[in-house]
């Protein structure tokens, strides 16, 4: 079977600076793999890339199937993609925004209720504008998009950040279900204590390119 995500020697730049600089990386479905270095190491590109939201301009990538480099719209509607902002609409409501992400990749909005109830979000707030909601009630709200869309391929940029201990349990949980029933995980994170009890590899970027990449023992349930 085909790797999941498969990049050889890929590079992408923003604007003329190499952030990917010749990555090789395979990743499997059904993993959950750990993105882990500095800042600046090319974490945030790499998971953008395999979302088709930046191009890669040379090398070989290939992301469920589709190229790329060829046409890297194509693999949007089947990946979930978590960025450090959460790219919801402040004037829309709770329920707006997770049926509008989860309706544009295919999904229902019952899909987007349960969503939201898996992320614990209170009822109390499905009306309400998220320009009134807490950092941390963003985020799960963010999070709760991505779970309505049930992506293929999950690609979590500090997945952890602006929540709580309750909510930190919750997306810990979330990875680990999205691997049970065979989809797969990329996410990037400095709470590495947390991050590698979770993942089943670490992989390590440093100047735009993987330097190590580790089989751990990951979640056990």
């Given at each position: 079977?085909?790797?999941?995500v498969h990049l050889q020697q ?43 939201l930046v191009p890669v301009v ?164």
């Open positions: 079977m085909a790797p999941v890929a590079v992408a730049l923003i604007g003329r600076f190499p952030a990917l600089a010749g990555v090789d990386l395979d990743v499997d479905a059904g993993e959950v793999v750990l993105l882990r270095g500095p800042n600046g190491a090319g974490k945030t590109t790499l998971l953008r890339a395999c979302a088709g040379s090398g070989t990538a290939t992301v469920l199937g589709c190229d790329l480099v060829a046409d890297r719209g194509a693999v949007r509607r089947r990946v979930g993609l978590l960025g450090h902002a959460t790219h919801l609409d402040d004037d829309l409501s709770v329920t707006e925004n997770v049926d509008f992400w989860s309706q544009a990749a295919g999904a229902t909005r019952a899909d987007g209720r349960a969503a939201l109830e898996r992320l614990e979000v209170a009822t109390r707030l499905y009306d309400l504008p998220v320009r009134a909601l807490s950092a941390g009630q963003r985020r799960r709200v963010s999070l709760a998009a991505v779970l309505a869309r049930r992506p293929e391929l999950w690609l979590l940029d500090e997945p952890h950040a602006g929540l709580d201990a309750a909510g930190r349990d919750v997306v810990d949980g979330l990875m680990a279900e999205a691997a049970s029933v065979g989809a797969t995980v990329l996410f990037a994170s400095h709470e590495l204590d947390r991050a590698e009890a979770v993942a089943r590899r670490t992989v390590v970027i440093a100047g735009g390119a993987v330097q190590d990449d580790e089989v751990g023992e990951g979640h056990d349930g």
